[in-house]
């Protein structure tokens, strides 16, 4: 039932966000620039386990992946001289976002935060 709960708030949050955007983009992505799912996701954990360990550990990788994340916008900032089309853009995106999650696993397998 927890896990149902979950998916419903994220749910929401995500599909409030996707309507906003619609209408006001600026509010709206200053509300997804929050770190509103870390915050609902480090509760959900707090919540489930109750071991400060695990949650310590989780807000660290989130800090960590924070500045490598923010990659997936670059070719779209790019995309103003560059003219790809959306497609191109945004699987432009994703791969710079897979080199951004495969420099994470470097930094937490190498242990440089542990």
């Given at each position: 039932?927890?896990?149902?709960?979950?998916?419903?708030?994220?749910?929401?949050?995500?599909?409030?966000?996707?309507?906003?955007?619609?209408?006001?983009?600026?509010?709206?992505?200053?509300?997804?620039?929050?770190?509103?799912?870390?915050?609902?996701?480090?509760?959900?954990?707090?919540?489930?386990?109750?071991?400060?360990?695990?949650?310590?550990?989780?807000?660290?990788?989130?800090?960590?992946?924070?500045?490598?994340?923010?990659?997936?916008?670059?070719?779209?900032?790019?995309?103003?001289w560059l003219k790809m089309n959306f497609g191109m853009?945004?699987?432009?995106?994703?791969?710079?976002?897979?080199?951004?999650?495969?420099?994470?696993?470097?930094?937490?397998?190498?242990q440089l935060f542990r």
């Amino acid at each position: 039932m927890f896990f149902l709960i979950k998916i419903l708030i994220s749910a929401v949050l995500i599909a409030f966000a996707s309507w906003l955007a619609g209408r006001q983009t600026i509010l709206a992505g200053f509300i997804i620039a929050l770190p509103l799912i870390s915050m609902i996701s480090i509760f959900f954990v707090y919540s489930e386990y109750r071991d400060m360990e695990k949650v310590n550990q989780f807000a660290v990788s989130i800090l960590t992946a924070v500045p490598l994340s923010l990659l997936f916008f670059v070719p779209f900032l790019l995309n103003k001289w560059l003219k790809m089309n959306f497609g191109m853009t945004y699987l432009s995106a994703i791969g710079c976002l897979t080199l951004a999650y495969f420099a994470h696993h470097f930094i937490f397998k190498a242990q440089l935060f542990r």
